[in-house]
């Protein structure tokens, strides 16, 4: 296949609903074909995480499915326009209901694949307490959810073939959470990063374990790769793998630091707030800077006691 570099904006939506939400932004969602035949959908703010989806000569692969049912059937929209083939695959690159709970408009393909932990995640009360805690954003559609676990789960590393396309989807360890997977497209020099990469972005660290988030970044970054997806942000090359694993290093360095002193949690985040919002000035989400020093500050604290 001749390999072409992003080709951008191939159509573009405004998310009203999204605007209602978020009344200081102008939401626009994107759609990038980053080679051909793969696209994703990127969003500019508000609930930015990515979709992408794969039009192979016997049909549709979509990975991660957007936040509701009402989104979702955007994603549908856009695919509708290109092209009329089957939907074979759905793929969740982890449980968060950013990137699952539209997996109800997709389960025409069948098959739902992610790492078992996701299904884990999403079944039962888990599944349903995942979905009152996004209701606490007060985030519209959301009560159209039905919240619909993947049916193919693997371990540790799944690949799948699908017309002219070979996905290597890939569980290193635990990173984002305990049950993320990366798509590797050997092929198109390409990996999709699910959320173990946020572009221009501070992360959410939620559910993180920043060492092995670290160590799955390293590995990616290992790869040979020349085009890199994230869950959030825009579509890059290595650069954003690199700057994701730099903060995740810096952050760990400082938080080590304040244990080190004997420095509490309060006062870790005090002293730290400030130095992580200068260092990355022009990334958003400068609220989850105390949600990062806290959960690294457990985390560390913990293998200290331990
Ligand atoms: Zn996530």
Same mark, same amino acid.
């Given at each position: 296949?001749?390999?072409?570099?992003?080709?951008?904006?191939?159509?573009?939506?405004?998310?009203?609903?999204?605007?209602?939400?978020?009344?200081?932004?102008?939401?626009?969602?994107?759609?990038?074909?980053?080679?051909?035949?793969?696209?994703?959908?990127?969003?500019?703010?508000?609930?930015?995480?990515?979709?992408?989806?794969?039009?192979?000569?016997?049909?549709?692969?979509?990975?991660?499915?957007?936040?509701?049912?009402?989104?979702?059937?955007?994603?549908?929209?856009?695919?509708?326009?290109?092209?009329?083939?089957?939907?074979?695959?759905?793929?969740?690159?982890?449980?968060?209901?950013?990137?699952?709970? %539209?997996?109800?408009?997709?389960? #025409?393909?069948?098959? *739902? !694949? $992610?790492? &078992?932990?996701?299904?884990?995640? =999403?079944?039962?009360?888990?599944?349903?307490?995942?979905?009152?805690?996004?209701?606490?954003?007060?985030?519209?559609?959301?009560?159209?959810?039905?919240?619909?676990?993947?049916?193919?789960?693997?371990?540790?590393?799944?690949?799948?073939?699908?017309?002219?396309?070979?996905?290597?989807?890939?569980?290193?360890?635990?990173?984002?959470?305990?049950?993320?997977?990366?798509?590797?497209?050997?092929?198109?020099?390409?990996?999709?990063?699910?959320?173990?990469?946020?572009?221009?972005?501070?992360?959410?660290?939620?559910?993180?374990?920043?060492?092995?988030?670290?160590?799955?970044?390293?590995?990616?970054?290992?790869?040979?790769?020349?085009?890199?997806?994230? %869950?959030?942000?825009?579509?890059? #090359?290595?650069?954003? *793998? !690199? $700057?994701? &694993?730099?903060?995740?290093?810096? =952050?760990?360095?400082?938080?080590?630091?304040?244990?080190?002193?004997?420095?509490?949690?309060?006062?870790?985040?005090?002293?730290?707030?400030?130095?992580?919002?200068?260092?990355?000035?022009?990334?958003?989400?400068?609220?989850?800077?105390?949600?990062?020093?806290?959960?690294?500050?457990?985390?560390?604290?913990?293998?200290?006691?331990?």
């Amino acid at each position: 296949m001749v390999r072409k570099k992003m080709q951008i904006v191939v159509s573009v939506w405004v998310l009203a609903g999204l605007l209602s939400v978020f009344p200081w932004t102008q939401a626009v969602a994107k759609t990038v074909e980053v080679f051909p035949n793969v696209f994703t959908i990127v969003h500019g703010e508000g609930i930015d995480s990515n979709t992408t989806f794969i039009i192979t000569k016997d049909g549709v692969i979509v990975v991660d499915t957007r936040v509701s049912p009402a989104e979702a059937k955007k994603v549908m929209a856009e695919i509708r326009k290109r092209t009329d083939l089957p939907l074979l695959y759905t793929i969740n690159t982890h449980y968060h209901g950013d990137h699952t709970f %539209g997996n109800q408009v997709f389960s #025409g393909s069948k098959t *739902i !694949i $992610a790492h &078992k932990n996701v299904r884990r995640s =999403l079944t039962g009360e888990a599944g349903h307490d995942h979905l009152e805690f996004f209701k606490t954003f007060k985030l519209e559609g959301l009560d159209e959810v039905t919240v619909t676990p993947p049916n193919m789960v693997f371990e540790k590393n799944m690949e799948v073939y699908a017309g002219e396309y070979y996905l290597k989807l890939i569980h290193f360890g635990r990173g984002h959470t305990d049950g993320d997977l990366f798509i590797h497209l050997p092929t198109l020099k390409a990996v999709i990063a699910g959320d173990l990469i946020f572009n221009g972005q501070f992360p959410y660290m939620g559910d993180g374990y920043v060492d092995e988030w670290i160590d799955a970044l390293d590995f990616i970054e290992n790869e040979d790769l020349e085009i890199v997806i994230p %869950g959030h942000g825009a579509v890059g #090359g290595k650069p954003i *793998i !690199i $700057a994701m &694993k730099h903060y995740l290093l810096n =952050l760990k360095t400082l938080v080590k630091e304040q244990i080190e002193n004997g420095a509490s949690l309060k006062q870790a985040k005090e002293a730290l707030n400030p130095i992580l919002k200068e260092k990355y000035k022009n990334w958003g989400k400068p609220e989850r800077i105390d949600g990062n020093i806290e959960r690294t500050y457990m985390e560390l604290s913990f293998k200290k006691n331990s």
